[in-house]
Nanobody, 116 residues
Framework: QVQLVESGGGLVQPGGSLRLSCAAS????????MGWYRQAPGKQRDLVAE???????NYADSLKGRSTISRDNAEKRVYLQMNSLKPEDTAVYYC??????????WGQGTQVTVSS
């Protein structure tokens, strides 16, 4: 059974930083493309960043230059470091694991709120 468990969300002031973490189990982590997505109320779920099995990365424009995605295959974890956060970054952030481009798994999400 595949499980993805996110942590690290919370309330942060504008300009602040957060580091999200996602712990994976029940999956061959090394083979997966791991991604972070976010969904604000009333909006669709959008890609924030992804990291492939070869450690290559792809960032959406929304947090490009303000975020870094990384992975630890030994620990089966993926991280998203977010800096210079803005109120418009407020959303539920989801971890995704994509295996063989066909099998997609989601975590339960972690809330990030950027507000003064």
């Amino acid at each position: 059974q595949v499980q993805l468990v996110e942590s690290g969300g919370g309330l942060v002031q504008p300009g602040g930083s957060l580091r999200l973490s996602c712990a994976a189990s029940g999956i061959i982590f090394n083979w997966c493309t791991m991604g972070w997505y976010r969904q604000a109320p009333g909006k669709q779920r959008d890609l924030v960043a992804e990291i492939n099995s070869d450690y290559s990365t792809n960032y959406a424009d929304s947090l490009k230059g303000r975020s870094t995605i990384s992975r630890d295959n030994a620990e089966k974890r993926v991280y998203l470091q977010m800096n210079s956060l803005k109120p418009e970054d407020t959303a539920v952030y989801y971890c995704n694991a994509l295996l063989r481009d066909t099998d997609s798994y989601w975590g339960q999400g972690t809330q990030v709120t950027v507000s003064s």
